[in-house]
């Protein structure tokens, strides 16, 4: 089956800088890639995804990038502010929105410093 | 935005009785919504898939006369915890699909005692 990586699992970074979360998969069919946000004490929230035939997606502060040919995908955020802190998980998945198959890493606690 | 409403936010119980969590989509109809787990500072795992109108299919491991999944509507699942016990305490996560996309309820935090 599917196997995620995630890292770094905590990420400590001051407030406006950059953050970058990694995730690599196994399964090269896999054709959707969705990042969520977790606040503590509440479900994820789906804050942007790619598909595998795209290389790369922003979104305001938001920007993934995938590398199919590595396998790798991975988050962006930048000009960060206190409100990024949570933890975030990516996901592969052979379905586009499925969940059967949407297999998450294990996710990055981002911390951003005032 | 499409929405999923999970009930109730915490619950404690005493071991050996059952626990019934909701979920609800409320601006769309969801025929398959899904049900996690998560112990802290981990991340989702799936426990089963739950269909409108038969049968919910459960992830490997998972015992399913101890996971009741019911889902009678296209905007309800229910989850019951029955006989619950101490190692049942954890944060359980519902999501529901709406056309391509998944969304997620707030989690029920159960403890037993």
């Known amino acids: 089956g599917e196997n995620v990586e995630q890292h770094p699992s905590t990420l400590s970074v001051q407030e406006g800088d950059s953050a970058v979360i990694k995730c690599t998969y196994s399964?090269?069919?896999?054709?959707?890639f969705p990042w969520y946000k977790q606040e503590l004490g509440k479900g994820p929230q789906l804050i942007i995804d790619?598909?595998?035939?795209?290389g790369e997606k922003k979104d305001q502060r938001i920007a993934v990038t995938l590398n199919k040919t590595a396998k790798h995908f991975s988050l962006h955020i930048t000009e960060t502010q206190p409100e990024d802190s949570a933890v975030y998980f990516c996901?592969?998945?052979?379905?586009?929105?499925?969940?059967?198959?949407?297999?998450f890493g294990k996710g990055t606690h981002l911390i951003i410093q005032p | 935005g499409a929405v999923v409403s999970q009930h109730p936010s915490r619950v404690i119980c005493k071991s050996g009785t059952s626990v019934k969590i909701e979920c609800r989509s409320l601006?769309?109809?969801?025929?398959?919504m899904f049900w996690y787990r998560q112990f802290p500072k981990q991340s989702l795992m799936l426990m089963a898939t739950?269909?409108?109108?038969?049968?919910?299919?459960?992830e490997q491991g998972v015992e399913k006369d101890k996971f009741l999944i019911n889902h009678a509507s296209l905007t309800l699942s229910t989850l019951t915890v029955t006989s619950a016990h101490p190692e049942d305490s954890s944060f359980y996560i519902c999501?529901?699909?709406?056309?391509?996309?998944?969304?997620f309820g707030n989690g029920t935090r159960l403890t037993v005692t």
């Open positions: 601006d769309f109809q969801a025929t398959t």
């Open positions: 996901a592969a998945s052979l379905v586009l929105g499925g969940a059967d198959g949407l297999t």
């Open positions: 999501s529901a699909r709406d056309s391509a996309f998944l969304h």
């Open positions: 790619i598909r595998s035939n795209v």
């Open positions: 739950s269909n409108e109108g038969s049968k919910a299919t459960y």
């Open positions: 399964d090269s069919a896999s054709n959707y």
